[in-house]
């Protein structure tokens, strides 16, 4: 029977685990807190970590792991831009993943996001608890003839676009390698900049790599239109924050909904609410009223957990009779 660290670990994860474990009977460890060199030392007797998305597992962290005796690194996420495989290859760790645990639940949240901002919901919301009935300040927009700018064509990508040409939006898309799927919803294909220029709304659906960091900068706005709204459910480091603060001064960023955030680490999954937040662009942002924060909570769906429990734990077995789950980001 293997033995699983599970680090970042809140009470759904708990709840979605424990019921698929009843098929596979590992022993789970949940730990709350993240996964960091100071707190590797509790997967001691462990052969797994299940770790997620804001969990250190730079080359330090994975050397500390390695020498109590891990063998497997489980990340019950997609994205891997915090896990340095090199390292992880060099030490013998296999690594896997969940490359899609449910596209639609951050497609659904993705457009929830930009119909808040739109029409102003957390507004509104705020004025009726203190029975402010006041139209003022709440005028949107239809969307149905704008158009939408997906940048990144895959499953998350795809699934928003099928709910926006249902609202009767025109779809520009930009991804280095062309889906057939986003052609069939007669999106359009085009370059990076044409896309800027031409969107109404900008949605990023790209993974994080050196060669999308910060894709949207100040050069991007430049290009966009004057009031533009930009949606991020993706990576935060695809969005420079403190370019985007000028570009919310000057209006060139109309709105900006944002379930992701580059130095989320030190906020995000936890109770900051007594707290004085020193991150000084994320102040600066969330003050803006024009400005819509969701604290990486677009995967978070009943489906999506159970989906995540079952990929994660099948990764796990797989390993454990030394077969492959088709999920490996680093096999040996």
């Known amino acids: 029977m293997l033995d699983v660290a599970v ?5 759904y994860d708990e709840a979605s685990f424990a019921k698929v474990n009843k098929e596979y009977g590992f022993e789970l460890h949940f730990h709350e807190f993240q996964l960091t060199k100071k707190t590797a ?41 915090r896990v340095d495989l090199d390292a992880a290859k060099r030490l013998g760790l296999q690594v896997v993943r969940v490359p899609a645990y449910s596209p639609e639940s951050v497609a659904e949240h993705t457009v929830g ?18 029975a402010n009935f006041s139209l003022d300040g709440l005028v949107g927009f239809n969307f149905h003839g704008k ?55 900008i949605t990023l659906h790209c993974p994080m790599s050196e060669e999308n960091y910060h894709l949207l900068d100040e050069k991007a706005f430049s290009k966009m239109k004057d009031g533009v709204m930009l949606i991020n459910t993706s990576r935060g480091g695809l969005l420079d924050a403190a370019a985007a603060i000028e570009a919310l ?24 609410s007594n707290d004085v937040i020193v991150d000084d662009v994320f102040r ?49």
């Open 249 to 272: 001064k000057t209006g060139r960023i109309g709105a900006l909904g944002l379930d992701v955030y580059e130095n989320e680490k030190e906020l995000f999954f936890r109770d900051k």
């Open 41 to 81: 030392k509790m997967a001691h007797d462990c052969q797994v970590v299940c770790a997620f998305v804001n969990d250190d597992l730079s080359a330090p962290v994975l050397e500390a792991l390695a020498e109590q005796g891990v063998r497997l690194i489980a990340m019950r996420c997609a994205g891997f831009d």
């Open 284 to 332: 600066r942002l969330s003050a803006c009223h024009n400005v819509l924060f969701t604290g990486h909570q677009a995967f978070l769906t009943d489906e999506a957990l159970g989906n995540i429990a079952d990929t994660t734990l099948g990764n796990i077995d797989a390993f454990g009779k030394s077969q492959t789950s088709g999920n490996e980001l680093v096999e040996l």
């Open 113 to 130: 996001l930009m119909m808040s901002l739109n029409r102003r919901f957390h507004k509104a919301y705020q004025r009726t608890r203190d």
């Open 7 to 11: 680090f970042s670990a809140k009470s």
């Open 147 to 201: 158009t939408v700018g997906v940048i990144g064509t895959g499953k998350i990508g795809i699934a928003t676009m099928r709910i926006l040409k249902g609202l009767g939006m025109n779809i520009l898309c930009f991804d280095p390698f062309e889906n057939p799927l986003a052609i069939e919803l007669g999106a359009i294909y085009c370059s990076k900049e044409e896309l800027f220029e031409k969107s109404d709304i």
